[in-house]
């Protein structure tokens, strides 16, 4: 027979935001460090987004250059991290793409704990807009 929890508030027995996650007989998983904080997807041709969470705006600073703006910022830059994954699906070009993150650089390429960079280029190193962008991103909010 299956067991089917329903919360409308999960919490950690000690600390709130400590809930560990047992697989198996020993591996652990911090639930917390697990979950996926933002997610972004847009079009780079119309900087619309498809579906986010925790995504606020794009800003297109060139082509094939965006910067994507959180709702709820993260903790520090030191503890956070994306990867995304671009497509272009116009007939004439279909790019395979290759995706960048600019963590530091000047401005409007400069990663905060608010905001970070993401540029997309076919098989080139000419930079490209996409009109299929996904990112995710991870790490403790503030």
Partial sequence: MASILKVDDLRGNTTANDITVTVGASATQ?????????????????????????????????TGDYTI?????????????FTGIAQDQQASNKHQTAVGYTRHGGAPNTTT??????????QTTTLT???GIQNIGVGDLA
Avoid at 36 to 54: E, I, L, M, P
Avoid at 69 to 81: G, R, Y
């Fill in 113 to 122: 704990t608010a905001r970070y960079s993401t540029n997309f280029d076919g």
């Fill in 30 to 62: 911090s639930l917390h460090d697990g979950l996926v904080k933002h997610f972004a997807n847009f079009d780079g041709r119309g900087n619309t987004f498809y579906g986010s969470f925790n995504a606020s705006s794009i800003t297109d600073n060139a």
């Fill in 129 to 131: 807009d996409m009109d």
């Fill in 69 to 81: 703006t959180v709702t709820t910022a993260f903790n520090d830059t030191s503890n956070m991290a």
